[in-house]
Nanobody
Framework: QVQLVESGGGLVQAGGSLRLSCAAS????????MGWFRQAPGEGREFVAA??????????YYADSVKGRFTVSRDNAKNTVYLQMNSLQPEDTAIYSC?????????????????WGQGTQVTVSS
């Protein structure tokens, strides 16, 4: 069982930055693939980024809409995954949620994640 708690959301002007954190419980955090998703008002939940541990090391994955602006990272000693968001735009406004899964397949698929946080609101003003 994994419990996830996000923090770091808020209101920021366009062009600004925020860093989201997701603290996880559980002794096997380092083995989980962690994802970030977001849901804008009236929209479905969409993939933002993921970080996975593979045989070759740590791999990161990004949605095209955030590539080059967002960076996902993890600190296994602190059981925490981060999402650094730079050059934020109004279209980035959404509730951001972190999620955890056991396997590395289906990284962008909402349904493949078994554990979810409650989400944190990010609002970008123009």
């Amino acid at each position: 069982q994994v419990q996830l708690v996000e923090s770091g959301g808020g209101l920021v002007q366009a062009g600004g930055s925020l860093r989201l954190s997701c603290a996880a419980s559980g002794r096997t955090f380092s083995s989980y693939t962690m994802g970030w998703f977001r849901q804008a008002p009236g929209e479905g939940r969409e993939f933002v980024a993921a970080i996975a541990i593979t045989w070759s090391g740590v791999n990161t994955y990004y949605a095209d809409s955030v590539k080059g602006r967002f960076t996902v990272s993890r600190d296994n000693a602190k059981n925490t995954v981060y999402l650094q968001m730079n050059s934020l735009q109004p279209e980035d406004t959404a509730i951001y949620s972190c999620a955890a899964k056991n396997l590395n397949n289906g990284l962008t698929n909402v349904g493949s994640y078994g554990y979810w946080g409650q989400g944190t609101q990010v609002t970008v003003s123009s």
